[in-house]
């Protein structure tokens, strides 16, 4: 049994999933990546982000100069890969299964890339949760509030941990001010990854 704690409404899993499991994961996130490669993203603004990605699922989330949505195709024109069967068990476990996600975002941190601060409002209900299962490197994530600016809380999240975003938390901008090379041996070759499933539609 896996007792959450919270910060800002967020719930945080400790060690939810076993060191198998993780290497499970790992190995169903390369199957997704082989089909669908990870690419690096343009902002709207003209500026490509730190960390590569790519996704799974009905919907895969990009961003260019026409701005942040989800496609239903990646850049290489194929559909996304299905979403991995343990990963939507997680989701079963801690969302609940009224609604499945239609995305599974995969995102890789190498050893400099971060992720600034930011909400997840490209859905179209935010009644559904956002789930993040976390790979590899501890990551430092920071949680701020339902507007910009203002005491932001931090923590770091290991391997194996997952967090739920919903209910009042739902809309609070967060984000990964860096990891901490080095400390997993999960990925051959180092960093993170971190998986984050969302309902679109």
Known sequence: MHFPFEIRGFRIFREYLSASAQKAMVSETRSIALEAPLFSPTTPSGKKMSVRMTSAGKYGWYSDRKGYRYERIHPNGRPWPMIPESVLEIWREIAGMERMPDC??????????????????????????????????????????????????????????????????????HGVDRIRPGSSTLLSGGGRINLTCRVVD
């Open 104 to 173: 599974c975002l995969v995102n890789h941190y190498g050893e400099k890339a971060r992720m600034g601060m930011h909400q997840d409002s490209d859905e179209a209900d935010f009644k559904w949760p956002v789930l993040s299962i976390s790979l590899g490197d501890d990551a430092l994530f920071r949680i701020g509030n339902r507007t910009r600016g203002g005491s932001t809380e931090s923590i770091w999240l290991n391997s194996g941990d997952v967090v739920l975003m919903g209910g009042s938390a739902r809309l609070h901008f």
